[in-house]
């Protein structure tokens, strides 16, 4: 069964930095690109980032790139969001997605939230 | 990378068909065959329903299925039930490699 645990989220202040995680099971971690989506309180989905098998390229919103930054650990089965200059627009649910086929976002985590607050 | 336009809300009675549309661009929905569809219920995370358009993933009903026309996507449920009740997001793959997603729509079931 695919698993991914989202983990990292919390309070911080405007200006502060978070670093996400997600713990994958249940696949081959390194086979598969991986992605993160955000969704702020009672809004819709936003697409973040992704990063293909081996991490040797990524790409990003126009909203979050020089600020955001999408790394992996395939030995430790584990994808981050490096999360710097945080704004108080930047509040939201962040989800870990599997890639799937065709382009899709196939599995979901259960997301972690991330509040940014003075 | 605008968001694509949905409809805020959508309803029908059970049994009943609707269709929610999913309006992009040449450099998303129209020039792209990944569209795919999430279906997500109050504090849950996202489903994916529909990818490729039209395809469904092992587990989705056929009540769910798929379609495009030129910049336009479109879900439709058929046979609508109680459960259906959520709100259903589009998603395209775009000529820019990345993704984007719909505004959502609220399906209510009356």
């Known amino acids: 069964e695919v698993q991914l645990v989202e983990s990292g989220g919390g309070l911080v202040q405007p200006g502060g930095s978070l670093r996400l995680s997600c713990a994958a099971s249940?696949?081959?971690?390194?086979?598969?690109?991986m992605h993160w989506v955000r969704q702020a309180p009672g809004k819709g989905l936003v697409w973040v980032s992704r990063i293909n098998s081996d991490g040797s390229s990524r790409s990003y919103a126009d909203s979050v790139k020089g600020r955001f930054t999408i790394s992996r650990d395939n030995a430790k089965n584990t994808l981050y969001l490096q999360i710097n200059s945080l704004r108080a627009e930047d509040t939201a649910v962040y989800y870990c997605v599997r890639n799937g086929g065709s382009w899709s976002l196939e599995y979901w985590g259960q997301g972690t939230l991330v509040t940014v607050s003075s | 990378q605008s968001a694509l336009t949905q409809p805020a809300s959508v309803s029908g009675s059970p049994g009943q068909s609707i269709t929610i549309s999913c309006t992009g661009t040449s450099s998303d929905v129209g020039g792209s065959s990944y569209v795919s569809w999430y279906q997500q219920h109050p504090g849950k995370a996202p489903k994916l329903m529909i990818y490729?358009?039209?395809n469904r993933p092992s587990g989705v009903s056929n009540r769910f299925s798929g379609s495009k026309s030129g910049n336009t996507a479109s879900l439709t449920i058929s046979g609508l039930q109680a459960e259906d009740e959520a709100d259903y997001y589009c998603s395209s793959y775009t000529s820019s490699s990345t993704w984007v997603f719909g505004g959502g729509t609220k399906v209510t079931v009356l």
């Open positions: 490729e358009v039209s």
């Open positions: 249940g696949f081959t971690f390194s086979s598969y690109w």
